[in-house]
């Protein structure tokens, strides 16, 4: 865990707040919990509650070819349990790393085939959650949807596979307008889980 920056912020009603950015590179796959950190300001002694997490090893990726420029999308879904009871509720993790030189300007929503199971409408990666990583010396752009998923009867249950359109900013040349800034739909097919 490397110190980034401090950033100080002021709101409208002119309180000042600190905030302390640190750069997390895990070393292996597992679970781990950062402690709790504590600090005083004002007089006041702050405690954050422990952190946990987990980091996946990079094999449980799947890799998806996108047509363009040889680059390769790499796509995994987590659910949080892999057996249900009929009815049972369980939250859906899907993680789509594109290849930062690909210039995405938009992310779609995946559409999957459900049989024997139900699942929420994904929502939406917020622009501001999107995240930054290297997988294999390569710059990638990290996106996170979610989703709930239940089962309904006894018996094996398919989530997938899922279609999902991510739309990628390319510049091209048009014989009679010159270059030009356009923006082309990449369409992929998330397998099944």
Not at 49 to 61: A, K, Y
Not at 81 to 90: H, S, V
Not at 154 to 181: E, M, N
């Amino acid at each position: 865990m490397n110190f980034v920056r401090a950033v100080t912020q002021i709101d409208l009603q002119r309180k000042i707040t600190q905030v302390f950015l640190y750069r997390l590179t895990p070393a292996k796959a597992g679970k781990f919990t950062i402690p709790s950190v504590t600090m005083s300001s004002g007089g006041k002694t702050l405690t954050s509650p422990p952190l946990t997490f987990e980091v996946h090893d990079v094999s449980e990726l799947i890799p998806i070819p996108t047509g363009i420029s040889g680059h390769t999308v790499l796509a995994g879904m987590f659910p949080a349990k892999t057996t249900l009871y009929p009815g049972e509720q369980c939250p859906l993790i899907l993680k789509i790393y594109a290849p930062q030189r690909m210039h995405l300007s938009g992310w779609g929503m995946p559409d999957p085939i459900k049989k024997n199971c139900l699942a929420w409408r994904f929502s939406l990666p917020p622009l501001h959650e999107l995240s930054q990583v290297h997988i294999n010396g390569i710059a990638h752009v990290a996106s996170r949807y979610s989703s709930t998923l239940s089962g309904i009867s006894p018996g094996p249950a398919t989530f997938g596979p899922s279609k999902l359109r991510l739309i990628v900013r390319q510049r091209i040349i048009d014989p009679r307008l010159g270059s030009r800034i356009t923006d082309t739909p990449v369409p992929l097919t998330l397998p099944a889980l």
